[in-house]
């Protein structure tokens, strides 16, 4: 199945999300990376996976097994409101001189911060 286009992703990188479902629910976090076309985000401390890497002297990169954090389905998480500290859909407002801004459905309180 191959798309075209990007999707609409209502969250950016350095948000704060809480993972809805998946082995890692009810976890807290900051976006890393968002990969719209794909549906996928990184979050911090979420989706952790072991990966052997081979030794790179010229990256000044040790080897062994080491951790880091897998894409999660950009479905399983939310935006944390910021004025109740729980998780919230998020909608878009048109302001009248035409900006538009991100705004948790909860408390109506403006996520983007210009």
Known sequence: MTQTGTKRVKVKKGDQVVVMAGKDRGKRGRVLDVKP????????????????????????????????EAYVDISNVQLIDPATGKATRVRYEIAADGSKSRVASGSGQVLDKE
């Open 37 to 68: 076309r794909e549906g996928k985000v990184k979050v911090e401390g979420v989706g952790v996976v072991k990966r052997h890497q081979r030794p790179n002297p010229g990256a000044n990169r040790p080897g062994g097994i080491i951790e880091k």
